[in-house]
């Protein structure tokens, strides 16, 4: 094997090694960009998701939207089956039954104001019945991987059957992101009014506390019931970097505060998160008899690696070719060496180069010249 070692140094602030507790019964904390997870408590413990259930309400509108067979414009009539929720004491956005309400303001209601009414109003417009809705939603779950979920109604109203995990939730809270950013600025929303009362309009602020912070915080959504107690999963952003924590089984709406603002800040002030471009001039390998001399190499993506602010420490990448030159024509996006990453000696990932181009053999002539110059000067 011959490897080509570059090193890329890093200087980490000095601190005191300061293991994270939370008075959170469950908690998850990961670094999105590289899905490294900075602190865990109780991750597969089932909790009820109270109303972060709504979470993959919208996932399952922003699903059809995406694809075209939802338009946010679209109005739904509002049931009395709905407007019963309002009524009921439950978080609402007071809709009146038999308006009609399109379906960004129905998601605006549950995003925003946690609207248990804008939930069915929306369920029953998309899917007929709430019930067949939840279908929908717990397809949803299997398709993005959330084996420990499982939901019963739209809303995250109490049911034993509807149930998750901190580590589910982060799951789906990621998905959401990722998958539709430009419909995820909803939640980075601080107040809804609406005007469609049947009397005054009415002006509701965003549960989440996290957007009121100077953290860079842009969703996303709080939960509260008597048997899981006070929850949230919260995100920040600056510049590319994410952050998602998700805490369940507080006492109060100031300790899921919290409880939050300690996770987040952990992983922004404890951890650095590093990017590896996919394409960058040390990826390289010469040739033989090919025309072009060096073949520029690259990764499928970028890769982020999350390390501690602990000490000064040496980051060491190590490109492990099989042969130190290319000798035969291959085609651009095939596999050609490996890039090796190394952190205190220990390998952390191992991911394959790809050839940026395709190659090609040099005429007969100058593969000539090339094998008698190789046995004249070796």
């Not at 998309?126 to 979920?149: D, K, P, R, Y």
């Not at 995820?184 to 602020?205: C, L, M, V």
């Not at 073949?295 to 492990?320: A, F, H, S």
Request: aromatic letters at 10%; one cysteine or more.
């Amino acid at each position: 094997m011959i490897k080509k070692i570059f090193i890329i140094c890093f200087l980490f602030i000095s601190a005191k090694s300061i293991a994270l507790e939370t008075s959170a019964k469950q908690a998850y904390l990961v670094d999105v960009l590289s899905g490294e997870v900075l602190f865990e408590k109780n991750k597969e413990q089932k909790i009820s998701p109270a109303s972060i259930t709504k979470i993959m309400t919208a996932i399952v509108a922003f699903d059809l939207i995406k694809k075209g067979d939802l338009k946010l414009e679209e109005k739904f009539k509002v049931s009395k089956n709905a407007w019963r929720m309002s009524s009921k004491g439950f978080s609402s956005m007071f809709i009146m039954p038999n308006d009609r309400v399109s379906v960004e303001n129905l998601l605006k209601g549950i995003i925003i104001v946690s609207g248990n009414d804008a939930c069915i109003a929306l369920a029953e417009g998309i899917a007929g019945t709430e019930e067949e809705f939840v279908n929908m939603m717990n397809s949803m779950a299997e398709q993005i991987g959330l084996t420990n979920t499982r939901f019963a109604n739209s809303s995250g109203i109490y049911d034993g059957n509807n149930y998750s995990t901190v580590e589910d939730i982060a799951k789906m809270s990621i998905y959401l992101i990722n998958n539709f950013p430009n419909l995820y600025k909803y939640y980075s929303e601080k107040k809804f009014t609406w005007d469609r009362t049947g009397g005054a309009p009415i002006t509701q602020g965003n549960r989440n506390p996290i957007l009121y912070k100077d953290m860079g915080g842009d969703g996303i959504k709080t939960g509260y019931l008597n048997n899981s107690g006070y929850s949230l999963a919260a995100t920040i952003k600056k510049n590319d970097r994410r952050i998602l924590s998700v805490v369940s089984g507080t006492n109060s709406k100031n300790a899921r505060s919290r409880e939050t603002v300690k996770l987040l800040s952990y992983a922004e002030n404890r951890f650095d998160l590093l990017k590896i471009n996919k394409i960058d001039k040390n990826y390289n390998i010469k040739t033989w008899n090919l025309k072009q001399k060096n073949v520029q190499l690259e990764l499928k993506n970028n890769i982020y690696l999350t390390i501690p602010k602990r000490k000064k420490n040496k980051l060491k990448i190590e490109i492990d070719h099989e042969k130190d030159t290319l000798s035969t024509e291959i085609k651009k996006g095939s596999p050609v060496s490996k890039l090796n990453i190394y952190y205190d000696n220990n390998l952390i990932k191992s991911e394959t180069l790809y050839s940026s181009v395709n190659t090609e053999k040099e005429n007969f002539f100058v593969r000539f010249l090339n094998s008698i110059s190789l046995l004249i000067w070796g």
